[in-house]
């Protein structure tokens, strides 16, 4: 038996120093918490076990939430990308994205010197076994060599380390990812402590050595030449001239018969994976046969970094033995003669069911407990960020004895994340998609600063010299605004031509500016062109502009809905109300009420299983003396 001992105190506890757990540690720490952080394996902070990139479709907009609010995912991604692009730039403001590939290594090594520069964090290698509680109260966490942490709160962000278990074909063992020691005991300990756990399952694809592709088969998907950045703080002048492309490929009917062949080989066909896989990323061998009367599907290949010539295989994710992989990859094109420098695998791990948590991150069952990332059923390295982030202010506000800090669904795609999976559960790795947001015309891209900097900023996370910058912002914006309204366009011959060239109508008469600038196409460069006067010499601040003016109809649509979930949202339901005193409603409705708790009429009306008739009795009973408002 190991014995125990008692090591230092710290004010807040992080497990895992993966996406969640550093965004968790960093904001705890700068909010002035003496905070450890604690991992299985210095070597895997901030590690991209999976594909090497950040962003993408409503991922893109949960980073630049994560750096509005005063985290550091943004200005990481900025610091060692290798390629930048924005996606959907056809469609509308509410879809498009920003997506960078990385250099691992040095998105991994940057986040590490940062954490280690940190004043008031302490980051040190450890394998968590138990929590310390007391009387419901959770009080610190003891490692696997007796070493008893103490500390106000802690936060459990374990990733898919919690018993984990690679499928490699007919070969299975315990472990964590990219072959780390797994998390054994922790998971007992939850499970002890009355916690629900479920298996999901997540896989990668294979890495193959770039100098045997046959690029010329290929696609080539290039950077952006325009500056993109996530974090608001960098600068278009430290923008990459010189980016690594990614290639597009494709997968074909050999690639698919090889898969069909050998299904009864696949862990996730033959039995031997019990854990639920992702629905939003697939395995190949799902792909092939879900997707049956597909000839193809895209695969991506993606550098790793710019000092390995090691290959990421994407949309290609397999737990086939590896043999069989080496076939797959040779049948498709570009990749008949690659060499595989590691195997892909499927890993099967813990995860806790979100509805024992509320918004806040804290567990129901154990008091200032928190927990974070995947171990919450989520998938994706931004998803697991955003939540870190979360935990960590409300970890260090709870050890400050303060309130806790929450986003609504119309104030962040963080805020659709955590309530969906504290009100609606997930039986899947979740994976957020902008299909998933009420109000994603207001939740976009390029607004998250307006959005969010002030609580970042009231909460510590934001410097005074980053909040005088952004309040200069908005003065500027205001002002372009007021020009354009104050600017009349004339009927012109030049007006007339230009109108002509971009498919528009002719005008009949002068209109002010901020009105012509709703004409499709129109753009405020076009307008100071036209006019010879400048709007403003800020290209974000003509963005925030435009998109305002062309869409503000449908914000405003989007501004009502929003009024009313408002007015739910401060109807509170009691903590104490008694569910089976309340009758009427219907047994699926009362039971999902019992084991979800919600705490406004607006959550309860998210619950999935509910309809009217139980929302108004319940809205009734809470009217006719349970009625609390909500104080935020």
């Given at each position: 038996?190991?014995?125990?001992?008692?090591?230092?105190?710290?004010d807040v506890i992080v497990v895992g120093a993966g996406h969640a757990g550093c965004e968790a540690a960093l904001a705890s720490a700068h909010m002035g918490l003496t905070t450890l952080l604690l991992t299985i394996s210095l070597d895997m902070v901030a590690f991209m076990p999976c594909n090497p990139s950040v962003g993408g479709p409503a991922k893109g907009t949960v980073v630049r939430e994560i750096d509005a609010l005063g985290g550091q995912m943004g200005k990481n991604i900025d610091a060692t990308y290798i390629q930048m692009r924005m996606l959907n730039t056809g469609k509308g403001p509410a879809v498009r994205a920003l997506r960078a590939q990385a250099d691992k290594w040095q998105y991994h090594e940057h986040m590490k010197d940062v954490i280690e520069n940190t004043p008031h964090l302490t980051l040190r290698q450890?394998?968590?076994?138990?929590?310390?509680?007391?009387?419901?109260?959770?009080?610190?966490?003891?490692?696997?060599?007796?070493?008893?942490?103490?500390?106000?709160?802690?936060?459990?962000?374990?990733?898919?380390?919690?018993?984990?278990?690679?499928?490699?074909?007919?070969?299975?063992?315990?472990?964590?990812?990219?072959?780390?020691?797994?998390?054994?005991?922790?998971?007992?300990?939850?499970?002890?402590?009355?916690?629900?756990?479920?298996?999901?399952?997540?896989?990668?694809?294979?890495?193959?050595?770039?100098?045997?592709?046959?690029?010329?088969?290929?696609?080539?998907?290039?950077?952006?030449?325009?500056?993109?950045?996530?974090?608001?703080?960098?600068?278009?002048?430290?923008?990459?001239?010189?980016?690594?492309?990614?290639?597009?490929?494709?997968?074909?009917?050999?690639?698919?018969?090889?898969?069909?062949?050998?299904?009864?080989?696949?862990?996730?066909?033959?039995?031997?994976?019990?854990?639920?896989?992702?629905?939003?990323?697939?395995?190949?061998?799902?792909?092939?046969?879900?997707?049956?009367?597909?000839?193809?599907?895209?695969?991506?290949?993606?550098?790793?970094?710019?000092?390995?010539?090691?290959?990421?295989?994407?949309?290609?994710?397999?737990?086939?033995?590896?043999?069989?992989?080496?076939?797959?990859?040779?049948?498709?094109?570009?990749?008949?003669?690659?060499?595989?420098?590691?195997?892909?695998?499927?890993?099967?791990?813990?995860?806790?069911?979100?509805?024992?948590?509320?918004?806040?991150?804290?567990?129901?069952?154990?008091?200032?407990?928190?927990?974070?990332?995947?171990?919450?059923?989520?998938?994706?390295?931004?998803?697991?960020?955003?939540?870190?982030?979360?935990?960590?202010?409300?970890?260090?506000?709870?050890?400050?004895?303060?309130?806790?800090?929450?986003?609504?669904?119309?104030?962040?795609?963080?805020?659709?994340?955590?309530?969906?999976?504290?009100?609606?559960?997930?039986?899947?790795?979740?994976?957020?998609?902008?299909?998933?947001?009420?109000?994603?015309?207001?939740?976009?891209?390029?607004?998250?600063?307006?959005?969010?900097?002030?609580?970042?900023?009231?909460?510590?996370?934001?410097?005074?010299?980053?909040?005088?910058?952004?309040?200069?912002?908005?003065?500027?914006?205001?002002?372009?605004?007021?020009?354009?309204?104050?600017?009349?366009?004339?009927?012109?011959?030049?007006?007339?031509?230009?109108?002509?060239?971009?498919?528009?109508?002719?005008?009949?008469?002068?209109?002010?500016?901020?009105?012509?600038?709703?004409?499709?196409?129109?753009?405020?460069?076009?307008?100071?062109?036209?006019?010879?006067?400048?709007?403003?010499?800020?290209?974000?601040?003509?963005?925030?502009?435009?998109?305002?003016?062309?869409?503000?109809?449908?914000?405003?649509?989007?501004?009502?809905?929003?009024?009313?979930?408002?007015?739910?949202?401060?109807?509170?339901?009691?903590?104490?109300?008694?569910?089976?005193?309340?009758?009427?409603?219907?047994?699926?409705?009362?039971?999902?009420?019992?084991?979800?708790?919600?705490?406004?009429?607006?959550?309860?009306?998210?619950?999935?299983?509910?309809?009217?008739?139980?929302?108004?009795?319940?809205?009734?009973?809470?009217?006719?003396?349970?009625?609390?408002?909500?104080?935020?």
């Amino acid at each position: 038996m190991i014995k125990t001992f008692d090591s230092d105190e710290y004010d807040v506890i992080v497990v895992g120093a993966g996406h969640a757990g550093c965004e968790a540690a960093l904001a705890s720490a700068h909010m002035g918490l003496t905070t450890l952080l604690l991992t299985i394996s210095l070597d895997m902070v901030a590690f991209m076990p999976c594909n090497p990139s950040v962003g993408g479709p409503a991922k893109g907009t949960v980073v630049r939430e994560i750096d509005a609010l005063g985290g550091q995912m943004g200005k990481n991604i900025d610091a060692t990308y290798i390629q930048m692009r924005m996606l959907n730039t056809g469609k509308g403001p509410a879809v498009r994205a920003l997506r960078a590939q990385a250099d691992k290594w040095q998105y991994h090594e940057h986040m590490k010197d940062v954490i280690e520069n940190t004043p008031h964090l302490t980051l040190r290698q450890g394998l968590v076994d138990q929590l310390i509680t007391e009387d419901g109260v959770c009080k610190g966490v003891q490692t696997n060599t007796g070493a008893r942490y103490h500390s106000k709160s802690v936060v459990l962000t374990t990733g898919t380390s919690a018993r984990g278990r690679i499928y490699i074909g007919e070969l299975s063992y315990s472990s964590g990812p990219d072959n780390t020691i797994p998390a054994i005991k922790l998971s007992e300990n939850l499970q002890k402590l009355g916690f629900k756990l479920r298996r999901f399952k997540t896989g990668t694809p294979p890495r193959v050595n770039g100098h045997t592709i046959d690029y010329s088969k290929t696609q080539e998907e290039p950077g952006d030449k325009t500056p993109r950045h996530f974090s608001f703080e960098s600068k278009d002048s430290d923008y990459l001239k010189y980016q690594i492309s990614c290639w597009m490929t494709y997968t074909n009917p050999v690639t698919h018969k090889i898969i069909r062949n050998n299904l009864k080989r696949s862990p996730m066909f033959s039995g031997q994976i019990k854990g639920v896989g992702p629905r939003y990323c697939p395995s190949i061998e799902t792909k092939v046969v879900r997707f049956a009367d597909k000839p193809r599907h895209q695969l991506f290949l993606e550098p790793e970094g710019k000092t390995t010539h090691e290959i990421y295989v994407g949309d290609f994710s397999t737990s086939m033995p590896e043999e069989i992989q080496l076939k797959m990859l040779h049948s498709v094109a570009g990749l008949e003669h690659a060499e595989m420098m590691r195997p892909g695998y499927a890993i099967e791990y813990d995860v806790i069911d979100p509805w024992q948590l509320r918004h806040t991150l804290e567990t129901k069952k154990i008091k200032n407990l928190f927990t974070a990332g995947q171990m919450n059923g989520t998938s994706g390295y931004e998803e697991a960020a955003g939540q870190g982030l979360i935990a960590g202010i409300n970890a260090a506000l709870r050890a400050k004895g303060k309130p806790g800090f929450t986003l609504g669904r119309d104030e962040a795609y963080i805020g659709v994340l955590i309530d969906d999976l504290v009100t609606k559960g997930t039986n899947e790795p979740y994976r957020l998609l902008t299909s998933r947001a009420e109000y994603r015309l207001i939740l976009r891209h390029d607004n998250a600063d307006l959005r969010l900097t002030d609580y970042g900023y009231k909460l510590g996370l934001i410097s005074d010299e980053r909040y005088a910058k952004f309040e200069e912002k908005k003065k500027h914006i205001a002002e372009a605004k007021t020009k354009l309204a104050s600017i009349t366009i004339h009927p012109t011959d030049e007006v007339q031509k230009y109108l002509k060239t971009i498919g528009g109508g002719k005008m009949k008469a002068g209109t002010k500016a901020d009105v012509f600038l709703r004409r499709p196409k129109v753009r405020i460069d076009d307008i100071e062109r036209l006019t010879g006067m400048q709007i403003s010499d800020d290209r974000y601040v003509k963005e925030q502009v435009e998109i305002n003016i062309k869409y503000a109809g449908y914000i405003k649509k989007e501004q009502v809905q929003i009024n009313r979930l408002h007015r739910q949202e401060a109807k509170k339901i009691p903590a104490d109300i008694d569910y089976e005193a309340i009758d009427g409603l219907a047994t699926e409705a009362r039971q999902k009420f019992e084991k979800i708790r919600p705490e406004t009429l607006a959550q309860a009306e998210r619950i999935s299983g509910v309809n009217p008739a139980d929302l108004a009795i319940l809205s009734v009973y809470v009217q006719n003396g349970h009625y609390a408002k909500v104080t935020k």
